[in-house]
């Protein structure tokens, strides 16, 4: 069997995808192809995408009561958009569900939250964002909250987990949300490991051995989220990928951002500044697709092709791997599976069906 008939029979699952920021904050039409972002259902259909989770994303640094008005402006904009689109797409809330739709040649939509800030400290909330559809929840993002330390932030709020945060993560258990540890602290993460009755996940991490930054997990973290049945999805963001990457792109991210922002102020004078700013973070060499599969490689060669899978954080960086610019080159993973001898049973757990298997 070709790479191309492999990627056309299995279920492809991506388990991070920000791409309700872009409908947000643009105004995006995914219903049709676009030149904006990284996804849309034309190219999600290209790329073979049978399933995607849209991350309803929340910053920690806005204030608790925007970050649920945030949420359910992103929730709303997914459920308007599936009701535009029914032949296209649908929501989609466990495993059987995702395989029927692809059956019918529809797009399923799963909804994860990305940092628990919507929650507050009323466990009501989740389970009001449960019945809208939420089934993973990244614990925290770039700021300790009122559930655990980031792994972004030197001073840390809790070494760990809040009381408030195992509270959660039982109710979280109890109702079937999957535990999200990809962003918290290595203190936080083994809390979760401790306090989790369920197996966990990373939804978009990748493997601190081949490119040291917090963001990635250690070996001894893959190992031991792996004996209790968790996966990890490998990120698709250049900085997580390579160290040597990371490094270099760092200041041009920093004014590539501060340009956004400057222009999203005012438009007609930060023009240039913007252009300049993205061009220079371009020309930027990336590491590879490859490397991605490297990712990969490396936690099978750890805890085997039952814990692993892929998170592409699309729509939500600023870069992609080289060969690997949108959803519609999805492909390119399966077919290295493949010249990597990975046999069919393995490249269909890997590209979606370990992260089945949890929902």
Not at 176 to 200: C, M, Q, W
Request: hydrophobic residues 40%.
């Amino acid at each position: 069997m070709t790479a191309k008939e492999i990627h056309q029979k299995i279920l492809v699952l991506d388990s991070h995808c920000d791409t309700p920021i872009m409908l947000r904050r643009h105004g995006l039409d995914i219903g049709r192809r676009s030149g904006t972002g990284h996804v849309d259902l034309v190219r999600m259909k290209e790329g073979g995408l049978d399933a995607s989770f849209f991350a309803i994303y929340v910053s920690n640094k806005w204030e608790p009561y925007e970050c649920t008005y945030k949420a359910l402006e992103a929730l709303t904009s997914v459920y308007d958009m599936l009701e535009r689109y029914p032949d296209k797409a649908a929501l989609a809330t466990d495993a059987r569900t995702a395989r029927k739709l692809k059956k019918q040649g529809r797009i399923a939509i799963f909804l994860g939250m990305e940092n628990a800030g919507p929650i507050h400290k009323d466990l009501s909330l989740l389970r009001l964002f449960y019945r809208m559809g939420v089934r993973y929840i990244t614990l925290t993002h770039a700021g300790n909250n009122e559930v655990c330390d980031s792994c972004a932030t030197k001073e840390k709020r809790w070494n760990g987990v809040s009381r408030f945060g195992r509270e959660l993560i039982a109710e979280m258990n109890r109702l079937g949300i999957l535990v999200d540890v990809a962003h918290i602290s290595d203190e936080a993460f083994y809390d979760v490991l401790k306090y989790s009755t369920r197996p966990v996940v990373s939804t978009h991490s990748c493997c601190r051995a081949l490119c040291d930054v917090p963001r990635n997990l250690t070996d001894q973290m893959i190992i031991d989220l792996a004996a209790k049945g968790g996966v990890v999805q490998i990120n698709f963001n250049p900085p997580f990928l390579d160290k040597a990457f990371s490094l270099a792109v760092a200041p041009l991210l920093d004014a590539y951002e501060e340009a956004e922002e400057a222009y999203r102020d005012n438009p007609s004078e930060n023009e240039k500044r913007m252009q300049e700013a993205k061009k220079a973070l371009y020309a930027l060499p990336r590491p590879s697709y490859k490397r991605v599969v490297d990712h990969i490689d490396h936690v099978v060669s750890l805890v085997g092709p039952d814990h692993v899978g892929i998170g592409s954080d699309f729509d939500g960086i600023e870069v992609c791997p080289a060969g690997l610019e949108d959803v519609s080159l999805l492909p390119v993973i399966t077919e290295e599976l493949h010249l990597r001898g990975y046999s069919f049973t393995d490249i269909e757990k890997i590209m979606g069906g370990n992260f089945l298997r949890l929902l």
